[in-house]
């Protein structure tokens, strides 16, 4: 378990670290970063939902139902 928890630790580290170069980077339009990642979470939320609607679509299917139903 404590092998995992470093993982994460570092993967979070990584991502921290990431946004701290890249707003040092990009200080002149720190608006832009926000908005950046308002668009990256909503594209991640947008293909989650549409990967969920496609398996409950597959999964009803192989039980004989009418998808959407």
């Known amino acids: 378990m404590s092998s995992l ?3 994460v630790g570092g993967v ?3 991502a921290a670290l990431g946004a ?3 707003v040092v980077v990009t200080q002149d339009n720190k608006v832009g ?5 308002k668009v990256f979470v909503n594209d991640v ?3 989650g939902k549409q990967a969920a609607e ?3 679509a597959e999964l009803q299917l192989e ?6 139903g």
């Open 20 to 22: 701290g170069v890249y």
């Open 12 to 14: 979070l580290l990584g």
């Open 5 to 7: 928890l470093k993982f």
């Open 54 to 56: 496609m398996r409950r």
């Open 63 to 68: 039980l004989g139902q009418k998808p959407g």
């Open 33 to 37: 970063f926000i908005d950046d990642v």
């Open 45 to 47: 939320i947008a293909e």
